[in-house]
Every structure is written in C-alpha cells, then in structure tokens.
C-alpha cells in the first residue's frame, strides 16, 4: 500500500527556517510530479510549490517565491521543501503531494493522486 510521509515540521520564530522532508514507501516518487500544500485553520488548502519529474521546472505561490525552494532526490524517493526567512502566516499544515496527470502549476488539490498526512509548523511571531 502507497503511504506518503512528510517530516521537519515544528516551531520556529519568525525570521528563521525549516527543511520538511516528503519520502514515501510503496511508491516511486521519482515517477512524479510532486508538490507541497498547505492548510491553515479555517482556510483552504492552498499549493505552496511544485516540480517536475526531472526537476527542470518549479514553480511557487507568490506569497512564498524567493523564500522557499523546492528540490527532490530521485535517488533517495525524497522531496524537499526548504523554507527561510519564515513569517507567522506561514504557520499551517503542509502537505506533500503526487501528481500522475493533469498541470502541476495548477495546483489544484483534486488532480493529486497521494497525500501525505501532513507535518505541522508553526512560526511565532
């Protein structure tokens, strides 16, 4: 059975940085295209970032762009979300998910075939 697992969640002040982690067992997610969601109280899930298979293309929300940086591993079936300069409206649950068809930069939650269950993080202020 495909299971998606995301890490590297947690507290952190404003200013500072995170690295989550997406791997998964049961699925190759080098066969993918791959992205990060994220959902804060009361809000929609909203895509974050987006990459290709190969990785020659990425994409970000605007309200992250040149903050966060989005990279996988094929070899280790690891994605990774690298996070800096963070600010409290950051403070959600993030989501790794795995694309099959459909447009990445989309980001829209339906077309996703696997999800993980989620890593939380928080930026205090």
């Known amino acids: 059975q495909a299971q998606v697992v995301e890490s590297g969640g947690g507290l952190v002040q404003a200013g500072g940085s995170l690295r989550l982690s997406c791997t998964a067992s049961?699925?190759?997610?080098?066969?993918?295209?791959m992205a990060w969601f994220r959902q804060a109280p009361g809000k929609e899930r909203e895509g974050v970032s987006g990459i290709t298979v190969t990785a020659r293309a990425t994409y970000y929300a605007d309200s992250v762009k040149g903050r966060f940086t989005i990279s996988r591993d094929n070899a280790k079936n690891t994605v990774y979300l690298q996070m800096d300069s963070l600010k409290p409206e950051d403070t959600a649950m993030y989501y790794c998910?795995?694309?099959?068809?459909?447009?990445?930069?989309?980001?829209?939650?339906?077309?996703?075939?696997?999800w993980g269950q989620g890593t939380q993080v928080t930026v205090s202020s």
């Open positions: 998910a795995a694309l099959t068809n459909g447009n990445l930069r989309d980001f829209r939650p339906s077309a996703f075939d696997y």
């Open positions: 049961g699925l190759t997610l080098s066969k993918y295209n």
